[in-house]
């Protein structure tokens, strides 16, 4: 990614409704569906300035891993020891068959080779282990946001499940979210297209507005996995190897 996304990133994900809203909605949706054991041991790859990483410490031992040597100086502070720094696909020096959870939060859309990335990923979970995936939805959304993270792809629900199915695993409860604002984040992606006003800047709206989003966004928590969505700017599962 670009650095001035982590510099975004780090200036930001604890005010806009976007990460408060969204570390929720996988938190409830990690309650209901993941089945971990007491006291999962939990990797997160890419972690980014490790604001979900209390998130994640809610369900058991978190260790993280962060490319990113900024990004990753701030994550390790947020986790109290030294985050790691093993890129994927390759993951040296990670344990393999250790992890009874594996979280991917928009991660897998940076990796040239996703299924590489993803059986990699299988390697390390324990029996019974699961991956936690967010990706973002929909080729034809693509705009200078993704172009600033470095993504290689945004995911429909079929090529996502195709992925995860070449690398040996099977998804559970695949569906899309961010849907509630969905409409606004479309019309802003063809109004960027059509006005040449297409840019990367996704710092925080007026207070009010970052708020009534964050409200909006937050009461998919209660939706995601238990109503039908039909569309939304994310897609999240859980996958877990094959039998």
């Known amino acids: 990614m670009d650095r001035i996304v982590y510099d975004r990133m780090a200036a930001h994900d604890s005010t806009h409704w976007w990460y408060r809203a969204r570390r929720d909605i996988l938190a409830d949706y990690l309650a209901r569906y993941g089945e971990l054991p007491a006291n999962a041991r939990i990797l997160e790859i890419g972690c980014g300035t490790g604001h979900n990483l209390p998130m994640l410490a809610a369900f058991g031992s978190v ?26 696909p390759a993951l040296p020096d990670v344990p393999r068959g250790q992890y009874d959870l ?12 996703d299924v590489a990335a993803l059986n990699a990923i299988r390697s390390l979970l324990a029996p019974g282990g699961k991956v936690l995936i967010a990706v973002p939805a929909h080729q034809w959304m693509w705009s200078a946001h993704d172009v600033v993270n ?20 099977e998804a559970e409860k695949l569906t899309p979210f961010n849907s509630l604002l ?18 990367s800047d996704d710092a925080p709206p007026p207070p009010a507005i970052n708020s009534l989003f964050e409200g909006i966004f937050r009461l998919e928590r209660h939706l995601v996995g238990r109503v039908p969505m039909l569309t939304g700017v994310s897609i999240v599962t859980l996958a877990r190897p094959k039998a």
């Open 102 to 113: 594996v979280a991917v939060l928009d991660v897998i859309e940076h990796i040239e080779d």
């Open 63 to 88: 260790e993280a891993i962060e490319i990113d040597p900024a990004a990753r100086a701030i994550a390790s502070q947020r986790l109290g020891r030294p985050v790691g720094a093993s890129p994927l």
């Open 182 to 199: 969905f409409p606004l984040a479309a019309g802003a992606r063809v109004m960027g297209r059509l006005t040449g006003r297409d840019d």
């Open 150 to 169: 470095h993504h290689h792809r945004r995911y429909s629900q079929r090529s996502l499940r195709a992925a995860i199915d070449a690398a040996g695993l």
